[in-house]
């Protein structure tokens, strides 16, 4: 599984949002259903880090490009009620869903007459509860399976048994109205692989409002932060609408705009970032005379799984890695005056490489 899932109800953003951190078009309509097939975006993830290091390698007035890594965003066919029973678009959603590592929730918090809200009236909570209880009776339906399958393989496996508790217990919490994810986090347990559950998927909010309730989004925006906030889950305020402009609009007016509604950055940059970290991404560098470039691995990846990123030789054959963090680098001006000042690593095959590492890799195959 890769990338984040945009979901939500219909007509609450979604495509919107998604033409906008993709710069796409894909339709927007004002009504239940305009995304029928799945849309695939990929984003580059905001980062002044290979930036900065580019500029050291600056040469006669000319630096190598600075490239940025990526994320993937999927846009999802709105949910209804009665989706893990096939309704609506239900069983379409549920199979995209199952793709991605994680879900972009996006929560209609804005009141607009000539848009169309299924439920009929504007009401954040109501309308997470809605996709959430659909996430849920999905997966209880998953669990049932699953139970049935391990209830007829204990009779000969009696390691089975410890595993089939922890599916009843988890299908009992999930009856009664929690999320996958709050149990497992609340009770220390991993899923297996061979279960990917729709409501054990990191979340990120997406509170959607009006131009007028920027920056800070109003009571229905502080609605979903606090419900965000009590699950340890990101929550970013933005207006698809205006995101969707500023697109089109040249840097210079975008930050005049920007300045205008009381913001600093395009949420979108809050968006992705945010989404990247509910992947539990992290990004290290590599650098040389040609390029500058980001990579993404998982936090806790080893020196040679970081290395098979930018080439599988690389991994094959890794010896060591040289590493230092880019900010010391920054600082000492130049590669060779960071190893003057002693601050170039050299790292092993269990070194964890960390968020913001330049690494230079020597290997041989």
Known sequence: MIGIGIVGLPNVGKSTLFNAITKADVEAANYPFATI??????????????????????????????????IEFVDIAGLVRGASRGEGLGNQFLAHIREVAATLHVVRCFDDPNVV?????????????????????????????????????????????????????????LDRGRQASAVLRERGWQLPPDLPLLSAKPVV??????????PDGGPHAATVRAKAAAEGAAAVVISAQIERELTDLPDDEAAAFLADLGLERPGLERVVRASYEALGLITFLTMNDKEVRAWTVPAGATAPQAAGK?????????????VIHWSKL?????????????????????????????????FNV
């Not at 097939?37 to 600075?66: C, I, Q, S, T, Y």
């Not at 909010?205 to 920027?214: F, G, P, R, T």
């Open 310 to 322: 930018v080439h599988s030789d690389m991994e094959r054959g890794f010896i060591r890695a040289e």
């Open 117 to 173: 809200h299924v439920p009929g009236t504007v009401d954040p909570a109501r309308d997470i509860e809605i996709v959430e209880t659909e996430l849920a009776l999905a997966d209880l339906a998953t669990l049932q399976r699953r139970a049935e399958r391990l209830q007829r393989a204990v009779k000969g496996h009696p390691d089975d048994i410890e595993a089939l508790r922890q599916v009843e217990a988890l299908a009992a919490e």
């Open 330 to 362: 920054v600082e000492a001006g130049s590669m060779s005056a960071a190893r003057a000042h002693g601050w170039l690593r050299t790292e092993g095959k269990g070194y964890q490489v960390r968020d913001g590492d330049v690494v230079y890799v020597l």
């Open 205 to 214: 909010y997406v509170c959607n409002v009006a131009e007028s309730d920027l």
């Open 37 to 70: 097939d799945k849309n695939v975006g990929v984003v580059p993830v905001p980062d002044p880090r290979p930036a900065a290091v580019a500029a050291l390698l600056e040469r006669d007035g000319r630096r190598p490009p600075a490239l940025p890594t990526t």
